[in-house]
């Protein structure tokens, strides 16, 4: 490489400044909002923020987490100057990830829209933009059939009909099982799931509701400006119908005072709950993800 050797290095809480000098040389969307938030990020338990230099001088960077649960990581950013994207965009995926199988790594999760869109930046939305896809099949990266939905709605919202009485805390062990027990419905299979839930404990942002004694329904929700982006919403529909797992959303919304919800990791299985959201899916603009894994 004629500009000189790459260097990819791992950030620790004391270095963060090299990550936000990154986001500026490459013109990425920076607000206080997106400052908080991507410091509570970086500072949960098993992430990983890489920042690539050449020559001394940020080109690119990259977000991981490692999922206990699934014994995985996802790939949650990926940054790169757009004029070297052809050339060091490989070297610096490459680069972030396990070099083999551990017993704690099994595989790699990344989330990539089907079509070009707009998401919330990093870290109020995990989804890599459309042009890594390619780079992903070059590194042994595979689409999983996993149906996801992601989106935009715009308000009004209707009223809720009824009060969510949310637990007064929760234990974040519990939600990891519960959303372990509904992978298969109303939860995503995938490490950006489990993700979710940690960053939205981190940052008091994780709801809670039992019924007579059991974890019913999870829903984690995050403010960026006048903007609501739905990390997560995940239930039991045994206790928890369509309509007051809605309830629960537009009671979110409605504390937010927002008329634009950002909808970033949805099981089709709640797209009637959406519906409901928005006023039986006249506002509804949801689209699919295509998960991408790599097996370690």
């Not at 690539?52 to 001088?57: D, E, S």
């Not at 019913?216 to 797992?245: F, K, N, Y």
């Not at 927002?258 to 990791?265: A, C, H, N, Y």
Request: aromatic share 8%; hydrophobic share 40%; charged share 25%.
């Amino acid at each position: 490489m004629k500009d000189g050797m790459m260097f990819n290095s791992r950030l620790f809480p004391p270095e963060f400044g090299l990550w936000h000098e990154m986001c500026d040389t490459l013109g990425v969307e920076k607000s206080d909002d997106i400052r908080r938030c991507t410091e509570s990020f970086g500072t949960m338990d098993d992430v990983f923020l890489y920042v690539a230099t050449l020559g001394g001088v940020p080109i690119g960077g990259t977000a991981l987490y490692r999922d206990r649960t699934l014994l995985g990581l996802a790939l949650a950013a990926v940054f790169v100057e757009e004029s070297r994207r052809g050339d060091v965009l490989r070297s610096i995926i490459r680069s972030s990830l396990p070099f083999f199988r551990t017993a704690a790594i099994r595989q790699v999760d990344a989330l990539v829209p089907e079509e070009t869109t707009s998401a919330p930046p990093f870290p109020f939305s995990f989804l890599l933009p459309e042009w890594t896809a390619p780079a992903l099949a070059d590194l042994r990266f595979s689409q999983v059939d996993e149906d996801i939905l992601y989106g935009d709605l715009t308000g009004p919202f209707p009223r809720p009909k009824s009060n969510v009485d949310w637990d007064e805390s929760h234990d974040i062990n519990a939600v990891r099982k519960f959303l372990w027990r509904r992978r298969r419905d109303s939860s995503v299979n995938c490490s950006h799931t489990w993700l979710s839930a940690d960053l939205g404990a981190a940052r008091g942002r994780l709801h809670t509701l039992s019924i007579d004694g059991d974890l019913a329904l999870v829903l984690v929700s995050d403010t960026i400006g006048s903007h609501l982006v739905l990390r997560l919403l995940v239930r039991d529909p045994s206790r928890v119908d369509e309509q007051l797992a809605a309830d629960a959303v537009l009671g979110v919304v409605r504390q937010a005072r927002v008329e634009t919800l950002s909808i970033d990791l949805l099981s089709p299985y709640e797209r009637g709950v959406i519906d409901i959201v928005s006023h039986d899916g006249k506002r509804t603009n949801l689209l699919r993800l295509a998960l991408y894994r790599r097996l370690l």
